[in-house]
């Protein structure tokens, strides 16, 4: 398999990179360390034709591929990594889920103010009680004339406390064929945005609440039987946080190695102590080796969905080669590494948050695992043999 970047791929990235450089190096340290969620980005990223990359251009985006998505993701987060998370934002998870499974009147009322970066949309999927098993959410929706009533709560989504729009995970019925997902905006009644909470990394999240929360039905995204296909399509999401984890590590690999050459203890460059070397070779090797299985992800899913065993395979060698890297960087810089001035102490608090979030690197095993033997492990009590 090819994983060589055509021209027009290459120029892309070299494009953006220097966009990134030039618009969004400069504050990427401030950025880091705020709680804000950067709207002059995200506005600066629309500007520059970086949200929506995979959105046709009949819908408003850019008609480009999902290379074209990671490469940018890429390029703009070894820049700024704080940066990275809102191309991210701009092109996967619910912002993917909905352009795909959309009616053309749901499109036309949230796409433009998503994709002018003005607007965020947040994923309702996590519950207090439905995590890592999300098949036993219990959200509910009942159907009442031309009207949806959603009863339930949810939690950790990230820019809930942001976000105008939510995509809300839901059960029409029982068994994971009865989960679909509805559209629910902010300020309808019934729906309460929560007290904020911060995760490690950072964002913001705030719990939502919904109490006899009254919708439309022209709201409604997926319906019974809607989770198969929004789980497929959550691959994508995995693939662009696969991606954001390795430019992120690969941000505190290239701070690491600059502090390397220029920072001298017992009057020698730190890069000239084997102990350290050492630390960038297997940094070099894992985010290298990560970055071909993301790669291979996204080049044999084309403009489909991608394999579920590739991308489980990527986001687990992403994620860890990430949060590896901006480790050993933190270690490699000392004190400085550990402080606000710089962004290493970034990257190490937001790729740990990965391992966790979009399929655990736990989750990840039992599926790769799957893969391996070809059939499927439940991981329900009911289905563990019973002991005499
Ligand atoms: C940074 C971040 C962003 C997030 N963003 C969103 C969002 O936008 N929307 C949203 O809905 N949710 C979001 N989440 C929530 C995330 O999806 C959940 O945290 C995740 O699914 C794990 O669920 P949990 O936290 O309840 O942990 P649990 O499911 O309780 O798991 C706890 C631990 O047990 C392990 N474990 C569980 N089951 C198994 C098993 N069968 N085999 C082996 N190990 C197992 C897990 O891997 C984990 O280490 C986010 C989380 C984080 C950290």
Request: overall charge neutral.
């Amino acid at each position: 398999m090819d994983f060589t970047l055509t021209d027009e791929q290459r120029m892309f990235y070299e494009s953006v990179q220097k966009f990134a450089r030039k618009e969004l190096a400069g504050g990427a340290a401030e950025r880091a360390i705020s709680h804000q969620f950067p709207w002059d980005v995200a506005e600066k990223c629309a500007q520059a034709g970086l949200l929506g990359i995979t959105v046709p251009e009949k819908d408003g985006g850019v008609g480009g591929t999902l290379v074209d998505a990671i490469l940018a993701i890429q390029a703009v987060a070894e820049a700024c990594p704080r940066s990275g998370d809102i191309v991210q934002a701009g092109n996967f998870g619910p912002i993917r889920t909905f352009s795909e499974f959309a009616t053309e009147e749901q499109k036309a009322r949230f796409l433009p103010g998503l994709l002018a970066g003005k607007e965020l949309i947040s994923l309702g999927m996590t519950e207090p009680d439905a995590g890592s098993a999300v098949t036993e959410l219990a959200t509910s929706v009942t159907e009442d004339g031309d009207d949806l009533i959603i009863n339930g709560s949810k939690i950790f989504g990230t820019h809930s406390s942001e976000a105008r729009l939510f995509l809300v995970y839901v059960r029409f019925g029982s068994g994971v064929d009865g989960i679909g997902s509805v559209l629910v905006e902010k300020g309808t009644p019934g729906l309460t945005v929560g007290k904020s909470s911060r995760f490690m990394n950072g964002e913001e999240w705030s719990p939502l609440f919904l109490d006899n929360c009254r919708i439309p039905r022209k709201n409604l995204l997926l319906g019974r039987g809607g989770f198969k296909r929004q789980i497929a399509g959550f691959n994508i999401e995995r693939l662009g946080n696969s991606a954001r984890a390795v430019a992120v590590g690969r941000h505190a690999f290239n701070l690491a190695r600059e502090h390397a050459m220029t920072r001298k203890q017992f009057g020698r460059p730190l890069c000239e102590f084997q102990g350290l070397q050492w630390k960038f070779a297997d940094m070099a090797v894992r985010l290298e080796g990560a970055q071909l299985l993301l790669m291979r992800a996204a080049v044999s899913a084309g403009n489909g969905l991608p394999s579920a065993q590739e991308t489980a395979m990527a986001k687990l060698a992403c994620n860890e080669a990430g949060y590896f890297a901006a480790n050993e960087a933190v270690q490699i810089m000392g004190g400085l590494g550990f402080s606000e001035e710089s962004t290493a102490q970034y990257c190490l608090r937001r790729t740990r948050g990965w391992m966790i979030a979009g399929g655990s690197i736990e989750i990840l095993k039992n599926r790769i695992a799957e893969g391996v033997f070809e059939r499927r492990f439940s991981q329900r009590a009911e289905s563990r043999p019973v002991a005499s």
